[in-house]
Each structure stands twice: as structure tokens, then as C-alpha cells.
């Protein structure tokens, strides 16, 4: 996914749904057109920081430079306001040509008949065929993924050896081995330096849920049990007693911060769970070099549960006037070796294996350790899930609950039955 949490928050989750319901009676695309010029005039959302921004900006004026009579006039926010912003649009039959989304809302926006189907419109031949087939529903390729990224441990290893420890083996390692070992870090470090920072995101719990085999989204329900989400939760509470992470309030604090101001980047945590596309930023904002693990497994477990994700998708409004002019952008940006050569893995590691290997000499060295561990875990890797409609909501339901439960205003038990209950109504409504 992305530089930054992937967090939607419910404001934005019902924003998105309201705007999904209204899109079935508005004329999505209103704000396609022509400019004064004659030139093809192409709207292009996304997120992100400013460093995407200014990478974005380039991309666009490298292909104006090589299509003179289309101009690409890009729709930028910070994350926190992204879908917001664009479900206001597509609910006012406003859409941008080009937009740019996450895995959670494919259904959402694809269902409601927001998304034009891409195949045959963009070349695919190139892309990694599993990280494709994320985009694709009913037979239709609604999206296209700009990269791919996994979801991992991140480590400062110099952090694990300075508070007296080794470096795991995770190959091998279990979830008690990382308890006990973050544990020790913090307590050789003297309490200058956590052991690990823990994370919400339903990422941890889809790949934890997948080693007790079971599926966080199992068709239109949740498929986690109340004894794997005890089990998940009682992680978190251990760090929390025995000092392998800060307290409920400060976890909590952290966890709602950018890669930049986080424990790990900050040099405060020798641990942290992120997307592998954020090594990069964590590397740069810690001025360490750090590594990137696979997630400890259960004992016993048949799987890692790790998984390949699209960073993000590149689709078209059903209603755009261009959609010529749409499919030959994103062709561009995900097809174009020019076009991998400035992004680079910003959006996640080109998924095109051609301009994958165009740039690998251009990659600063973070990403070249995420290549190095993509292509290293890649054969243990289980098929990404696309969630189901009104997922969009669900992971603020569980961060909801996991709070409760660790700062004791709730019982697992109650917790768990709750968190089902709601999540499933989500996504079922």
C-alpha cells in the first residue's frame, strides 16, 4: 500500500458509501473536458506526501512530453482526506478521469458501477499475473496496481545487538521467540529503547488469522474466530506487561503517526510492523540502516500467511469522456520504463517485470533490500483477498476494540463478540 498508515477513517468509510449510493443515479466524469488549446484535458487523483507529489508532478510532465496533445492535471491530498474528497466528486457526478484506490474500496466503488472495465485497454502482459488478478472482479479488470508490497517486520538490528540480543532467525522464529526477545531489548536498552511498537492494522491480524487457518474476510463475513482474536489481542497485552512495547495510551499515541514520527523512525523502538514500501522512509527518517523480517509464525503453523498486495490501484471513471486518453496514462505508469525510472517503489515495487529490471540499478539501497526480501519469501506468499463491500469501515471497528481490551474498559470476550457483530453488519450492509 502506501507511505502512511492505511487507516480509513469512519467519517470517510461513510462518506465513501454515501457517495457509492448516490453514483448509481449521478453522471460520474462531469469534470472531464478539453482545454482551450484543443489539447485533451485528463484529471488524475491520489494521496500521499509531498515527496509524492513532487515525483507525481514529474511523471506528468514525462508523459505530456511524450502525448503533446493531452494534459494531466493532477488532484492531490494528504491520505486523511483522500476519500473523502473523492467520494464528494464521484457523489456530485464530479469524478476524475483517473483515480486512484486501495484494495479495501475495489468492491465499493467497482459494485456501484463507479470504475470502467481496463482489459484489453492497458497492457498487462509484463505484470505479475497474482497482483493483477487482485484487480480484476466478475471477469471485468477494473484496476490495475500501480506495485506491490508486503506486509513485515521492520528491524534496527544495530537497536536488537546495542540492548545485548541477536538478530532472529525468521525462518524459524514463533510468536512467543519475538515477545520474549523485544522484552529483552528494552530491558538491556534501559528503557531507552522499545523493543517493538504494536499496530491495528487488520494486515497483522489477516496474516496472524491465516497461521490458525483461518481468513480475516471469508466471503461476505468475517471469518476470525473470537479465540484467534483473544489470542491476537493477548500479543499486544504481553508486550504491554512486560515493557516489549510502551503502555496502552503511548501504543496508541504511536500507532496514529506517519513512518517519519514513529518509535522505529524516530530510534525509539528497535521493532515496528509496515508496509515494505515504507523501508525506505523509516530508513531516511531514522538515519539507520534497518532490515525487513518475515512475521513470526505460530507454532505449528502450515503458512507464514504473508501475502502480495497492491501498494494501490489505477482505475477510470465509468463516465469519463477520455477513456482512451485514461487507459494510455496508467499504461504509461505502470508500462513505461521512463515512468518506473522516476517513481521507482514509491507506489510499491514496479509489478511490470520489464521496467522492474529497467530501474533496478537506479533503486537506492532500501529497495534494494525490499526486492532482495520480496523475492526471497515470494514461493511462502498465500493470494492477496479483496474485501468485501463496506470493508472499508471495518478496520476502525477493530482498532475501536483493541482498544478497548488494552485499556481494560472491555473484556476479550465481550470484545470479540462485539468486534464480529458490527464487522460483520458492515459488510453485509
Request: net charge negative; proline share 4%.
Amino acid at each position: 500500500m502506501s507511505s502512511g498508515k492505511k487507516m480509513w477513517s469512519a467519517r470517510a468509510g461513510g462518506a465513501l458509501l454515501a457517495a457509492a449510493l448516490l453514483a448509481t443515479t449521478a453522471a460520474c466524469g462531469g469534470g472531464s473536458g478539453d482545454s482551450a488549446d484543443g489539447k485533451v484535458k485528463l484529471r488524475f487523483s491520489y494521496w500521499g506526501s509531498d515527496s509524492r507529489q513532487k515525483l507525481t508532478e514529474q511523471v506528468i510532465k514525462k508523459f505530456e512530453e511524450k502525448n503533446p496533445t493531452i494534459d494531466v492535471e493532477g488532484e492531490f491530498s494528504d491520505w486523511s482526506s483522500y476519500y473523502e474528497s473523492l467520494s464528494t466528486k464521484v457523489a456530485g457526478g464530479d469524478a476524475p478521469d483517473v483515480m486512484t484506490i486501495e484494495i479495501k474500496g475495489l468492491r465499493e466503488y467497482a459494485g456501484r458501477g463507479i470504475l470502467a472495465d481496463l482489459a484489453g485497454k492497458v497492457a498487462t502482459s509484463d505484470l505479475d499475473a497474482k497482483v493483477l488478478g487482485t484487480g480484476a472482479l466478475d471477469g471485468k479488470q477494473y484496476a490495475v496496481p500501480s506495485g506491490a508490497n508486503a506486509f513485515a517486520l521492520v528491524a534496527n538490528t544495530a537497536a536488537v545487538e546495542k540492548a545485548g540480543q541477536k538478530a532472529p532467525d525468521d525462518a524459524t522464529w514463533t510468536w512467543d521467540d519475538y515477545l520474549g526477545l523485544v522484552a529483552k531489548i528494552t530491558e538491556g536498552s534501559g528503557g531507552k529503547v522499545y523493543g517493538t511498537q504494536y499496530t491495528f492494522n487488520s494486515a497483522y491480524l489477516t496474516i496472524f488469522a491465516a497461521q490458525r487457518g483461518e481468513k480475516f474476510f471469508d466471503g461476505n463475513k468475517i471469518g476470525v474466530t473470537p479465540e484467534t482474536l483473544k489470542a491476537w489481542w493477548g500479543n499486544f497485552q504481553k508486550l504491554i506487561q512486560t515493557k516489549g512495547s510502551p503502555d496502552a495510551a503511548k501504543s496508541a499515541e504511536v500507532d496514529a503517526n506517519s513512518p517519519d514520527q514513529s518509535l522505529l523512525g524516530t530510534g525509539t523502538a528497535a521493532f515496528g510492523m509496515w508496509w515494505s514500501n515504507q523501508l525506505g522512509t523509516l530508513s531516511k527518517a531514522s538515519g539507520q540502516e534497518l532490515t525487513l523480517y518475515r512475521l513470526p509464525k505460530a507454532k505449528g503453523a502450515t503458512t507464514s500467511g504473508m501475502f502480495l498486495q497492491p501498494a494501490m490501484y489505477y482505475t477510470t471513471s465509468a463516465k469519463t469522456e477520455h477513456a482512451a486518453e485514461a487507459a494510455k496514462f496508467i499504461d504509461f505508469l505502470v508500462n513505461d520504463p521512463d515512468a518506473g525510472a522516476i517513481l521507482l517503489s514509491d507506489r510499491g515495487l514496479p509489478v511490470n517485470s520489464k521496467v522492474l529490471e529497467a530501474v533496478k540499478s537506479k533503486l537506492p539501497p532500501a529497495d534494494v533490500k525490499t526486492l532482495e526480501f520480496m523475492d526471497k519469501i515470494r514461493p511462502e506468499l498465500v493470494d492477496a483477498v479483496v474485501p468485501p463491500k463496506g470493508a472499508s469501515g471495518v478496520e476502525d471497528i477493530l482498532k475501536r476494540y483493541s482498544e478497548e481490551v488494552l485499556f481494560g474498559r472491555m473484556t476479550p470476550d465481550d470484545a470479540a463478540q462485539k468486534f464480529l457483530t458490527e464487522a460483520n453488519a458492515a459488510i453485509a450492509g
